[in-house]
């Protein structure tokens, strides 16, 4: 969830939060753990 000074992110599986400054930093979080070539990240807007 992206908010005026920061964004909450939460895994799929419900097992992950983090806080992040913004939401490009959230998805760079993830993608640096990310070691499996056959995984995609996305940002998605609700």
Do not use: C, I, Y
Not at 2 to 27: I, W
């Amino acid at each position: 969830m992206a908010f005026h000074d920061h964004a909450e992110v939460f895994s799929t599986e419900g097992d992950f939060h983090a806080r992040a400054q913004d939401p490009d930093s959230a998805l760079a979080t993830f993608a640096r753990s990310v070691d499996d070539r056959n995984v995609k990240l996305h940002l998605l807007w609700l």
